[in-house]
């Protein structure tokens, strides 16, 4: 190997073979804990020479196959020591690394004294492998090792099968000299090193940065939205829109207020605008319906959760006490006993046996209460004393009369309607099953409910006799024309007290939620729900002909001057029955599955309509021969041209109706 050329210092040389690596002098730095090499007598200084990226590297790594060739300090540069002019004596002490068989490497040795063309030349001669190589700064240390190099490019070039380095000829003005000749080809060897080039890295884009939201003043800052408390939500309810800026709007929401979305706009989810020539008439959506449609019920103002499903009253019937004021269950005072012994009695409707124990104790008589029996016969009132007793404790009578109608459904549902017409039979009885076999709990909560409210209806609108072994030193009444022929009365101040239980505790929470329940399903236009909203209706309407039937009665008891004992709330009690129907016949949408043929079409279209199994389809099909019956035909037409409301089958025989019109309500 030729001599050291001296026109040429060491940190040319290093610069050379960075320019001939192809590396960009720009991603080095000089370390600072190096010092430039010292000057040696065979070299010229030339300052303006040694550009300043010529400096030693601080880090270098080489292939992981050749770990063992990396130089013991990270501050030297192809073997080299720079810690003085007396590298030699470090030099001897070093290891020299071992090339592989058929190739050579450069040593510090080697470097210092050898020429630019000599450098070239090993250069040429030695693989790009064995080549020292700078870490990128995208590679970081893992805990597990050094990091990972990426591979270098492996294309071909002209001369140099395998390596991508700069010709040798570029550097020919560099250097002032000829190109040297070509390496002489290396023996075989066995291990043959991996293909590697100056640049051949995947870059990634790095994640994008969010940008920090720019901060206004202090002044021009928008007051922050405050949250609602839940307490609050819970209190006020939910947060209410803004009000409407169009006069025109203003006065019809409030207008529509006041009479109510009709039934189309409402289960249409659209704005119901009345009109402001005719408010009290169609509303204005309603008129602009021209051509055919599916319903053609007209504009009804009717609202499902506002329908009366019993007779409601404000407090008990006064003619029995005037103790009361409110149907809030307030037990007697202590001083209003008469006796301190409790006694333990059965009750129950005249009707059933279905026997209800309590506990009742002596009052003290006071201005207003009723102390007998009265009933009216072909020769004037009469009467018979009642024992003067009263619950003793309110709350834990509704508590046990609760569990008392729970387990005695079925029993009402036999004996109330076992004798009548066989449609309300077959009617009920497979409401009842169909409690076990809905589909969903919205359909079984709903039967339930509706059935527990017509039962308590029974228990408030049927007299109640002493049906055990005390019965209080009461006697029994024995006239046809009383209600409670051959048997006790029960004390009329406990009749009072069994209002308020059953008003504030059973009537109108299940009333209230009935009529929910029973307005989700209509809103859902499912037709699936079909079924169910007709057992729901057929049980509530069925339940206002018999609440209609025994308020007239009791009127007719009390020789009253009205038609009903409680004209306004039966009054209200029809209405609530009429806002059912409607709603009933608009999610019909004109097809009366009792009105199908009963064919195969006729099976495929009912199954479809209501989404019904066959059972389902058998039940409507048997219904559809009941009604169709010509003797029950003719009564429901005269029970309905006749307005008896009380009948049992005025109210049901409208669910049937292919267009169903409003009955006058006087």
Known sequence: MAAMDPRFTHGQLVGALVESLGLSPDVFRASATLRPPSRSADAVHVPSAVPSWAMPVQRWSYPDHDRDHIPSSESSLLGLDHSGDDAGAHLAARQPPKPLAGHSIITGTTYRGAGYADVLEWMQATPAAYLPRKVPASSARTRDGPPAIPPLSTKPRVGYPGDARPSPASHASVSGSATPPAAPNPPPSTTVAPPLGPCSKVWELPPRIRRRKKIKPESLRAPAKQKRDPRQVAELGPKRRGAYTDETKKRNTALTRILKSCIRCRMNRGRCNPDPEDPFGSCLTCKRITGPTLCKMPCYRYIITDASLYREQRAPFQLYTRRWQSMDMVNIAEDGWASPEVRIIEVSPN?????????????????????????????????????????????????????????????????????????????????????????????????????????????????????????????????????????????????????????????????????????????????EYWLSIYYAMFVLLHSCSMMTRRDAETAEQYDMKTQYANPESIKAHHSGAQTMLAHFHFINKGVIPFSLPHNEAGKQELAKAANLTEDEIAFVWRTARMINEPERAARMKHARDAGAVGDDLYWISMLYDREWIPQAND
Not at 351 to 367: L, S
Not at 399 to 408: D, F, L, S, V
Not at 467 to 483: E, Q
């Open 351 to 527: 009707h059933i046996y279905a026997p209800f124990k309590f506990r009742v104790r002596e009052f003290v008589p006071v201005d207003g209460d009723l102390l007998e029996e009265q009933w009216t016969t072909a020769h004037g009132k009469q009467t018979i004393a009642l024992p003067r007793y009263a619950v003793v404790d309110m709350h834990e009578t509704a508590t046990e009369m609760k569990e008392y109608i729970e387990r005695n459904i079925s029993n009402f549902i036999a004996v109330t309607v076992g004798h009548l017409d066989q449609l309300l039979w077959e009617t009920y009885t497979t409401a009842f099953r169909h409690i076990g076999t809905a589909r969903t709990p919205e359909e079984r909560s709903l039967l339930t409910n509706a059935l527990r409210l017509w039962v308590t209806c029974r228990l408030i609108s049927n007299p109640v006799h002493v049906c055990g072994d005390d019965k209080l030193g009461g006697h029994a009444v024995y006239s046809p024309d009383s209600l409670h022929n051959g048997k006790v009365p029960m004390p009329v101040i406990v009749t009072a007290q069994f209002e308020c239980i059953n008003y504030t505790t059973f009537l109108r929470p299940w009333s209230k939620a009935v009529l929910k329940q029973l307005n989700e399903l209509v809103l859902a236009k499912k037709r």
